[in-house]
């Protein structure tokens, strides 16, 4: 018996311990089949803040340019011209920003560190984007559900996370070596949340989904 451990996305209390290391415990949702790791293990605020300051990703850096064109490249194929948007989660080099505002576009950012302007949750956008965010939110349920409620009819939430895949062992995956990774998302729970707006979804990779709401 553990104690129960809600899960966080679904809330359901029926979640089973799934994995544990020297650092800490994983549980699994039946549900949702989301993996996180109990509340005890978040980091606060300050040492949250430390761990990305480490983060090296740049304007300038070409390497992150590349990675963030996982997204980018798609999601342009799809936007109408001159669409709104909202990066949440931009970090402190809003390089997606300035990729997307080369194509005619008009971006927005939220982060809760490096912008934290809640003012834009008082507009509406054409397209949210929210690339290696969703595995650190403590609280993922009310963050997608408020993302979901901000966007327009036919809009689309790109949402980049690598989503945990019954191919690549848990235990040696790369991303548990993060400790503010605490979220771990499947293509399961993807569905999950798509059914749960309604909307549609692709999977474009094993780290980029995007759901479309209905017009």
Not at 74 to 80: G, V
Request: glycine share 6%; net charge negative.
């Amino acid at each position: 018996m553990h104690d129960l451990t809600p899960c966080p996305l679904c809330s359901r209390i029926d979640t089973h311990p799934f994995h544990q290391d020297i650092q800490r415990e994983y549980f699994i949702c039946p549900a949702c089949d989301v993996v996180f790791v109990h509340p005890k293990y978040y980091l606060d605020r300050k040492d949250e803040l430390k761990r990305y300051e480490l983060h090296k990703n740049t304007i300038g850096d070409s390497g992150y340019r590349s990675f963030l064109q996982q997204l980018c490249s798609p999601l342009l194929e799809r936007l109408a011209s001159e669409s709104i948007g909202l990066d949440f989660g931009s970090g402190p080099g809003p390089l997606l920003k300035i990729m997307l505002e080369e194509h005619g576009h008009t971006i927005s950012l939220f982060d809760t560190f490096y912008a934290p302007d809640k003012k834009v949750f008082e507009c509406s956008y054409d397209f949210i984007t929210a690339t290696e965010v969703v595995e650190h939110l403590h609280h993922p349920l009310f963050e997608l559900d408020r993302l979901w409620s901000h966007l327009n009819p036919d809009g689309y939430l790109g949402v980049m996370t690598s989503l945990r895949n019954r191919e690549v062992s848990f235990p040696r995956w790369h991303y548990l070596s993060d400790p503010t990774h605490v979220v771990f998302y499947s293509a399961e729970t993807m569905k999950w949340v798509a059914t749960r707006w309604g909307a549609s979804m692709e999977v474009i990779s094993d780290s980029v989904v995007f759901f479309k709401k209905s017009g």
